[in-house]
T-cell receptor, first 113, second 110 residues
Framework: KAGVTQTPRYLIKTRGQQVTLSCSPISGHRSVSWYQQTPGQGLQFLFEYFSETQRNKGNFPGRFSGRQFSNSRSEMNVSTLELGDSALYLC????????????FGDGTRLSIL | GQQVMQIPQYQHVQEGEDFTTYCNSSTTLSNIQWYKQRPGGHPVFLIQLVKSGEVKKQKRLTFQFGEAKKNSSLHITATQTTDVGTYFCAGPHGSNRLAFGKGNQVVVIP
């Protein structure tokens, strides 16, 4: 079974630009969660989608948004990029629920210049 | 909101020695999960504990869930260089979300 696939692996952007990251979950997984990882801050939860509906949202500004398609693939968009948005963005898929293991992709490393 | 706290945040461990990392919550957890992230990699699920006082072993790794289901520990014996990485615990935060601790970064000294 193929794992979680995130594209692109690396991105370099400048302040003010916007970016879209993509995540393809494991086949059969309907829940996709997004996390931001920066040194020393662990995994900061962004949002979770299940069957095209956002069920949970973390404490991030509205510049961070996402969506999920009918095939469970998910995208995350960040607008008006700031230097502080530089991070590893991880996507994880699961069967759904807080008692299911999360399966992570390799992440997208976003650097803002 | 509910959080899980991990201590210590960093550990330097001599190869061959044992070490333990801890995870604490202020509220009772229905389950706790442990993940390992190798340097440059992504978090990988290790195990889930559900029952009060549960102990599970994976080779040199022993995971324990506290009797009150508010804390958990991971104990590694005879540390190897392959044990290097960051160990995260995660507990439920609401019905459909996990809250991750900040992790315990482990450096192994040969």
């Amino acid at each position: 079974k193929a794992g979680v696939t995130q594209t692109p692996r690396y991105l370099i952007k400048t302040r003010g630009q916007q970016v879209t990251l993509s995540c393809s979950p494991i086949s059969g997984h309907r829940s996709v969660s997004w996390y931001q990882q920066t040194p020393g801050q662990g995994l900061q939860f962004l949002f979770e989608y299940f069957s095209e509906t956002q069920r949970n949202k973390g404490n991030f500004p509205g510049r961070f948004s996402g969506r999920q398609f009918s095939n469970s693939r998910s995208e995350m968009n960040v607008s008006t990029l700031e230097l502080g948005d530089s991070a590893l963005y991880l996507c994880a898929s699961s069967l759904g629920g807080n008692n299911q293991p999360q399966h992570f992709g390799d992440g997208t490393r976003l650097s803002i210049l | 909101g509910q959080q899980v706290m991990q201590i210590p945040q960093y550990q330097h461990v001599q190869e061959g020695e044992d070490f333990t990392t801890y995870c604490n919550s202020s509220t009772t957890l229905s389950n706790i999960q442990w993940y390992k992230q190798r340097p440059g990699g992504h978090p990988v699920f290790l195990i889930q504990l559900v029952k009060s006082g549960e102990v599970k072993k994976q080779k040199r790794l022993t995971f324990q869930f506290g009797e009150a289901k508010k804390n958990s520990s991971l104990h590694i014996t005879a540390t190897q260089t392959t044990d290097v990485g960051t160990y995260f615990c995660a507990g439920p935060h609401g019905s459909n979300r996990l809250a991750f601790g900040k992790g315990n970064q482990v450096v192994v000294i040969p």
